[in-house]
Nanobody, 131 residues
């Protein structure tokens, strides 16, 4: 059974950076599409970024494109989300997820992995952007 543990969250000032990590155990992440999602207080969960197993295809939400970067280190069985130029509206609990046969939803502004297709989820890490 794949287990995911996120780390790296914290309090940062607007314009600052954080790197979130998602480390897997119980299986290798190479076999899975990986996604990062977030849930802000009072809001629905939203997709932030996802990467296919090969890593060739990476997707970003329109709200974070150009500021966040997803990457994976298969040797460490870990996926990262680099958060740069952070804004107060990025404040949320961030979750990583893994799945196979993950579909994509295409809208007018973005293409993102469908969260319901992810079978494994971490516990989340809090990111707070505030001065």
């Amino acid at each position: 059974q794949l287990q995911l543990v996120e780390s790296g969250g914290g309090l940062v000032q607007p314009g600052g950076s954080l790197r979130l990590s998602c480390t897997a155990s119980g299986s290798t992440l190479e076999r899975y599409t990986i996604g990062w999602f977030r849930r802000a207080p009072g809001k629905d969960r939203e997709g932030v970024s996802c990467a296919t197993r090969s890593g060739i295809v990476t997707l970003y939400a329109a709200s974070v494109k150009g500021r966040f970067t997803i990457s994976r280190d298969n040797d460490k069985n870990t996926v990262y989300l680099q958060l740069d130029s952070l804004k107060p509206e990025d404040t949320a609990v961030y979750y990583c997820a893994a799945g196979q046969n993950v579909r994509q939803r295409i809208t007018d502004i973005q293409t993102m992995c469908i969260d319901d297709d992810f079978a494994f989820w971490g516990q989340g890490t809090q990111v707070t952007v505030s001065s």
